[in-house]
Nanobody
């Protein structure tokens, strides 16, 4: 099994920035595609961003293109989400996830095998 632990969430004003981190256990991190999802109260979990095993390919939800950047450091078993120009509608719990058998960086919840506990991001107006 793989354990994923998110950190870096908090309270920021609109227009500010946060950098989320997701640290993974194990020696096979580089074999997983990684994704970020978020979930607001009363809503379903939604795709935010994904990155391929090597980091050479990325995919983003339309709502965050140009504002968020996903990256990974396989030597440190860590994936990041840099969030700039934050908006109140970005407020949610953010989760990282790992896909053991990727073809592409998927936007679908059911393609992922391991999930972190989530970290809260709150953006005030």
């Amino acid at each position: 099994q793989v354990q994923l632990v998110e950190s870096g969430g908090g309270l920021v004003q609109a227009g500010g920035s946060l950098r989320l981190s997701c640290a993974a256990s194990g020696r096979t991190f580089s074999s997983y595609a990684m994704g970020w999802f978020h979930q607001a109260p009363g809503k379903e979990r939604e795709f935010v961003a994904a990155i391929s095993r090597s980091g050479g390919s990325t995919n983003y939800a339309d709502s965050v293109k140009g504002r968020f950047t996903i990256s990974r450091d396989n030597a440190k078993n860590t994936v990041y989400l840099q969030m700039n120009s934050l908006k109140p509608e970005d407020t949610a719990v953010y989760y990282c996830a790992a896909d053991r058998d990727p073809s592409l960086g998927s936007k679908y919840v059911y393609d992922y095998d391991y999930w972190g506990q989530g970290t809260q991001v709150t953006v005030s107006s």
